[in-house]
Structure formats: structure tokens, C-alpha cells
């Protein structure tokens, strides 16, 4: 039996006499320069798309644009974000194109108020601005005014009608207590049903979790806790099911969801009505997801994503600035993943959701 690769498939006794070969040359060379090879260039033709990269629209508060929500860190920003920052990332992590979005603003952009609609307005305003400014470099995900649902479907239509946006991005819960499933949303999911959507869903630490004097901050913990809650909410009241043109990505590499998806499928609800929504049973509906890699390229979360995901469902992301790229990247080295399915990931998949970046 030939031993099994990360990605998906089979080393044979070549590829592991050449993978042995190269890491008997690379212990012989620094570390910088070891990493300077390899994760710098991207293995797909045309360079990375990067599905999770953030803009911080200038007086909108939150983490004002420094690396890790302020700190810094190894490529991190000690001072404030700049579009001019993002590109000489990209450049140098041979990223040919971001897909921006807004986050980090949760108290900004979904304060339920007509404050709150018009920063997002504003927010979006911006990151099409860029757009138009570099359209070979930059797609948009614009924002919408959760809980706001009538700033929401008034967002929709501005998005997509007037800023030609390529999709929309929303939080794993709306601030308040509502998570992305609730009913109350379902005016949202029909729209972007109807419009064969992309939606992008980001964590954000809902309000019961983030004073848990658990001696920890909430960002360590909660932001991938909130995916899985996210995502089940949605598995849960049917979204996945009842809205099947909308595509959503989940960063990450799924948070927690992809290590307890067994957990969540016996634990599923087992009345008729939920059942309904599970025709070909829990698991499939949960590999509807698409997922990024950003700041979890660690071989744990891989390991488990790679097991879950659809090998077409997996995409390249960094969450820069909040992130270094390099929290990402300087792990894929290590991860004994095929040439091919590293293409897939870094850019082929991305084509497939976005192909008006195709090459």
C-alpha cells in the first residue's frame, strides 16, 4: 500500500525519495532562506487569490489596521493600514488578487441603528473605490446592517446593482442574539438566492461570550467557536437547503466545525422537519461550505479540513492586516500537500467562484 498524501492522494516511492532528497538540502540552509523558496511563490499560474483579505475604511473605528487587531507581529503593521501596504504584501506573497471586506466593526456596522447603515455605506463606498482603482488586484466583498434587515436588502441591491460587487459579506452573528439561520434573515437568503450570491461569513464573538472570565481573550477561543455556531445555525434551519444557488465561505479552515462535524451530525435535530432539510444527511450539507485557509495552515486544522471539505470548497486566504500573510503561508511548506491540489487551493478553486479572475 503506497502511504497517504495530505492532499487527497498517494506519494509513490519517487515522490518520497524526491521529498526526502529536498529536505536533506534544506536542513543545510537557513530558515529564512528556506522559507524565502518556497512561500513567497505561489505553485498556480497567475499567482494567489487571496478570498480573505480585509480594507479598514478610513473613521470607522475598530482595529484601526494594525497587525493582530493593533499588536505587532512577525509582518505584521506598526502603524496604520494603507491600500499602499496591502499591494506590497501581495506583491511579495505573489498575490495577484484580494478580495476585500470590511470586519473587526461589529459594533460599528451592526449597531441596528440608521449610524450603523450609513457606516456601512460609507465602508463599502470605499472598498469599491479601490476596486475601481485596481480592478486587476481587487474584488469586494461589500457589507451589509445586521440586524437592519431593511438596510440589508437595500445594501443587497446597492452591492450588486451599482458597485458590481462579487459578493457580500456577513458576520457569524448580527451582534445582537440572532446567528445567520434565524427565520428572521430568510428575506436576506431569498434575495441572495435569487441573485446566485457568494457570501462571505466572518466570525465575530457574539456578546454572551466576550467577558467570560476565562482568563483568556475572547479572540483566542470564540471567533472559531462562533464559525461552527455560525455554520449550524444555518444547517439547521435549512438555508443550505431551501437557498441552494447561494454559495457561502467560511474562514479559518472552518473553525472548530470540521473537528466535531460527527458530533453535530448525531446531535442533529431528529423531528420530520428538520429532516427534510437533510435529504442526503447531515455531513453532505455541511460540505456545501467553502472554506479558507487564513491563519489556520497549522497541520491540525489542515488535517481535519482536508478530511471534511470538498476538494474544490478549499481556498486560499492570509486576514491581512489583522493577520500577518506569513501566519498562513509559512506553514504550507511542511504540509506534504500534491502540487496540484496546492494549485487548487492558492488560486484554481477561486477561479471557479470568481471567474472573471480566471487566467
Not at 53 to 67: D, E, N, Q, R
Amino acid at each position: 500500500m503506497k502511504p497517504h498524501n495530505a492532499g487527497g492522494g498517494e506519494f509513490s516511492r519517487r515522490d518520497i525519495l524526491k521529498t526526502l532528497g529536498v529536505a536533506g538540502a534544506a536542513a543545510a540552509l537557513p530558515s529564512s532562506e528556506l522559507f524565502g523558496q518556497f512561500v513567497n511563490k505561489s505553485t498556480a499560474k497567475g499567482g494567489r487569490i487571496d478570498l480573505h483579505h480585509h480594507h479598514v475604511p478610513p473613521g470607522l473605528g475598530g482595529f484601526g489596521g494594525a497587525g493582530r487587531g493593533g499588536g505587532r507581529g512577525p509582518g505584521g503593521l506598526s502603524g496604520p493600514w494603507t491600500p499602499e501596504i496591502t499591494l506590497q504584501q501581495m506583491d511579495k506573497f505573489d498575490i495577484a488578487v484580494s478580495i476585500l471586506s470590511m470586519t473587526q466593526m461589529g459594533d460599528v456596522l451592526y449597531d441596528n441603528t440608521a449610524k450603523g447603515r450609513a457606516a456601512v455605506r460609507a465602508g463599502n463606498d470605499y472598498g469599491a473605490k479601490l476596486m475601481s482603482e485596481h480592478p486587476k488586484r481587487f474584488g469586494l466583498f461589500t457589507g451589509v446592517p445586521l440586524p437592519d434587515i431593511d438596510g440589508v436588502m437595500k445594501e443587497i441591491e446597492y452591492g450588486f446593482d451599482t458597485l458590481k460587487a462579487d459578493g457580500i459579506g456577513i458576520y457569524t452573528n448580527d451582534n445582537q442574539t440572532h446567528w445567520p439561520g434565524d427565520p428572521y434573515f430568510d428575506p436576506m437568503w431569498q434575495e441572495l438566492n435569487r441573485r446566485n450570491a457568494i457570501v462571505y461569513m466572518h466570525p465575530l464573538a457574539p456578546p454572551c461570550c466576550t467577558n467570560l472570565n476565562d482568563s483568556v481573550s475572547f479572540a483566542m477561543n470564540e471567533f472559531d467557536f462562533d464559525i461552527t455556531r455560525g455554520c449550524t445555525s444555518i444547517l439547521a434551519n435549512g438555508v443550505l437547503h431551501k437557498y441552494p444557488n447561494v454559495k457561502i465561505i467560511i474562514p479559518h479552515s472552518g473553525g472548530t466545525m470540521p473537528m466535531i462535524a460527527g458530533r453535530i451530525k448525531d446531535r442533529y435535530p431528529k423531528d420530520p422537519k428538520h429532516a427534510e432539510y437533510i435529504p442526503n444527511g447531515v455531513i453532505a450539507e455541511l460540505q456545501k461550505f467553502c472554506l479558507d485557509i487564513a491563519h489556520a495552515s497549522y497541520p491540525y486544522p489542515m488535517a481535519a479540513m482536508m478530511k471534511f471539505a470538498l476538494p474544490d470548497h478549499i481556498l486560499f486566504g492570509t486576514d491581512f492586516p489583522f493577520e500577518p500573510i506569513e501566519s498562513t503561508v509559512n506553514e504550507l511548506p511542511g504540509l506534504g500537500i500534491s502540487a496540484n491540489v496546492m494549485r487548487a487551493i492558492e488560486r484554481e478553486n477561486a477561479e471557479k467562484l470568481l471567474p472573471r479572475f480566471k487566467v
